[in-house]
């Protein structure tokens, strides 16, 4: 099992918030995928080279998340991104997203992801990329 | 038991693709918001209303959202909204994601919600939109 | 010179207010961008098509706008468009974007476009989209 | 004159990029205001304490991007963001944003402002915040 941990860290954008004065909900989901992104790295190779240079993505096919406190203009987010499991054409990563200054957990969630291929159908992912993500 | 269902209709926006060719997955939940908001208003009241007389927030708890097809630029969207559970301070809606034209379902989800006040605690719905919701 | 307007009707998502509760600034550029697509089949085309069948795309080279009084969630706008200009290789829209309950002018603004092929380099818009943008 | 510049770094996200391959001509518009918080910090103050203890939010009134070369996912983005002008009731920011990694200019512009209170009505920026711009 892969025990790496990603932490990517960055601050809230003032276009991230809505008129309740906190994060709209869909961003964080963006920063999953910043995690997603940044785990790919410590494992050993960039996400954008998987799509570059093998023609496969890394389709969603399930996000859950769960909100417990908001984020605020400006604060620092702290996101842990796990891998959660491997298969060759399914993938699952876990995230917890939290207030760095104060370390409160702000959320939690997953997504599951399949391998396509340049026409859009699944496939599995390349040997390399599976054995760089199954640690 | 409410029995609405809202219909919301729009094209998807060339923001809202990515390099995939595809929407983004977190633009999803924007449109649930949509649907959402119209729903609202099929059950009598603007949701901004809520907000701006009541002060009255209706903040995201959970989401879970489950993508089956790829929408594109330009496609028709329709999103069909329900009301799946009303109590004074949790609401669930769910939604059905498909494309018009061809009428494939694209995606599938719900939203859990917390009534909240102006300073950000949980409050109980007003009466009025708590009846107006139940149907 | 081509006299087309094309007349964008649409509501503001919760997802495009800031905390200043108002619509953030750069959302005015995707209310362009729809404006654009509204624009193009008006004259006879769908955008899309010019970028799938013609693998030609139209890229933002310049953009302007004036921020005259703010939008709010759920406002009714109205999106005014128009071509400016069109060379083969360069074309210039402008925007009027309306309060359609009220008839305040919120914003206006142009866009100046280059006709990039597959290869990301500039190219001649074929004649068809040509004169069909021409009016 | 204020020769203060804020070096603002981040990687491009995949929710910013678009089916053309590259990012999505709105985003730059949020780089910039990254750009402006940043060159608020390094003047002295954070843009949040001006929102939330005076009360005054700087709403912006108009801008201009030039396009030059388009950015792509994961590239590093380098934005520079001065102050040009900085009056009572009107301020000025300029920006040139590079592929850091190229050296590559991809887009310049500036973005003007207005000081507006609680109440959306514009108002003079209190003396300190005025200093600290000015330099």
Redesign the interface.
């Known amino acids: 099992m892969n025990s790496q941990i990603a932490e990517s860290r960055?601050?809230v954008?003032?276009?991230e918030?809505?008129?309740?004065?906190?994060v709209?909900?869909?961003?964080y989901?963006?920063w999953m995928?910043?995690g997603r992104?940044d785990l790919c790295r410590k494992c050993g190779f960039?996400?954008?080279e998987l799509?570059d240079k093998e023609g496969i993505?890394i389709?969603?096919?399930?996000?859950?998340?769960?909100?417990r406190a908001?984020a605020?203009?400006?604060d620092a987010i702290l996101v842990h991104t796990r891998v959660k499991r491997v298969r060759r054409r399914v993938l699952t990563f876990t995230y917890e997203i939290t207030n760095e200054t104060t370390g409160q957990r702000l959320a939690e969630g997953y997504t599951t992801h399949v391998a396509v291929g340049r026409n859009?159908k699944p496939c599995s992912l390349p040997d390399r990329y599976y054995q760089l993500l199954s640690g």
């Open positions: 960055f601050r954008r003032y276009a918030t809505d008129q309740m004065g906190v709209y909900y869909s961003n989901l963006v995928e910043i992104g960039a996400y954008r799509e993505s389709a969603v096919a399930d996000v859950q998340c769960r909100y908001p605020r203009y400006d859009g």
